[in-house]
């Protein structure tokens, strides 16, 4: 059973441009959660999805972040015109159900974003 | 909003000696994960704790969840260089999907 696939592991924009980053759950999740990892700073939430629906965005910066998780397909995470302080890595995590207690997320190995 | 402290926040040792690592919150934990990162990779979940007085253990690495649920800790027997990375607990205090995390142990094993 593949975990949670991240792609692409490494990518580089210049100010102004698109990224766009692609999250496939664990087979069997349906449950997705981006994570940004600023450097030499901890985790945090940025946004809760299920498919189709975003359930919370509330850690999501208001502007240029967006977040999708079709019915098919993997979940995106999109940040336009994207700035040197979105340079981070991100992470996604699953789940097989609604997260918290008792349920595990499990975490992709991350993309990180070098913003030139 | 739940803070989660993490000592020590880096820790080296030798290989072969034991270490503790502690998360303490500023509020009763439901449930408190750790996980590992090694050094530009992604997270491994290594278990999770619910209950105060839980104690888990994963091949050499035990973790524990004290009565009053307000800390965990992590132990590491006969530390190897294997074990070397980012120590991060999580919890999520408001059971609504949005995982607070420490700022993460970082440990170096020297051979």
């Known amino acids: 059973n593949a975990g949670v696939m991240q792609n692409p592991r490494h990518l580089v924009r210049r100010r102004g441009q698109e990224a766009r980053l692609r999250c496939s759950p664990m087979?069997?999740?349906?449950?997705v959660y981006w994570y940004r990892q600023l450097p030499e700073e901890g985790l945090k939430f940025m946004v809760y999805?299920?498919?189709?629906?975003?359930?919370?965005e509330s850690g999501m910066p208001k502007e240029r972040f967006s977040a999708e998780f079709p019915k098919e397909g993997p979940s995106i995470l999109r940040i336009q015109q994207v700035v040197r302080g979105d340079s981070a890595a991100y992470f996604c995590?699953?789940?097989?159900?609604?997260?918290?207690?008792?349920?595990?997320?499990?975490f992709g190995p991350g993309t990180r974003l070098l913003v030139l | 909003s739940q803070e989660l402290e993490q000592s020590p926040q880096s820790l080296i040792v030798q290989e072969g000696k034991n270490l503790t690592i502690n998360c303490t919150s500023s509020?009763?934990?439901?449930?408190l994960y750790w996980y590992k990162q090694k050094y530009g990779e992604g997270l491994i979940f290594l278990m999770m704790?619910?209950?105060?007085?839980e104690e888990k253990s994963h091949e050499k690495i035990t973790a524990k969840l004290d009565e009053k649920k307000q800390q965990s800790s992590l132990h590491i027997t006969a530390s190897q260089p294997s074990h070397a990375g980012i120590y991060l607990c999580?919890?999520?205090?408001?059971?609504?999907?949005?995982?607070?995390f420490g700022a993460g142990t970082r440990l170096t094993v020297k051979p």
């Open positions: 704790l619910q209950k105060g007085g």
């Open positions: 999805l299920q498919k189709e629906n975003i359930i919370d």
């Open positions: 999580g919890a999520d205090p408001y059971n609504n999907n949005d995982m607070r």
């Open positions: 087979k069997g999740h349906s449950h």
């Open positions: 509020k009763t934990l439901y449930g």
């Open positions: 995590a699953s789940s097989p159900k609604q997260g918290g207690l008792g349920e595990t997320q499990y």
